[in-house]
């Protein structure tokens, strides 16, 4: 089950909740009872090694 994190616009409170996707996304603040805004996350690729665009993009070496 995917977590989002959220942060509300009255009090900063920042809490995760494991949702699914299906399920509509949290409205109030747990502490203060305030609005919510659902906070977007950093993509969870990373590349590692060579580097694909050397190995798999690069234009071919002139010998």
């Known amino acids: 089950m995917p977590t989002y994190s959220y ?4 009090c900063e409170h920042t809490f ?5 996707i299906h399920d509509e996304a949290l409205k109030t603040c747990p502490e203060c009872k305030g609005e919510l805004r659902k906070v977007l996350g ?3 690729v990373t590349f590692k090694g060579s580097g694909f665009y050397r190995t798999d993009n690069a234009a ?3 010998d």
């Open 16 to 20: 995760d909740a494991q949702q699914s």
């Open 7 to 10: 942060v509300c616009k009255s």
């Open 42 to 44: 950093e993509v969870g």
């Open 60 to 62: 071919p070496k002139s």
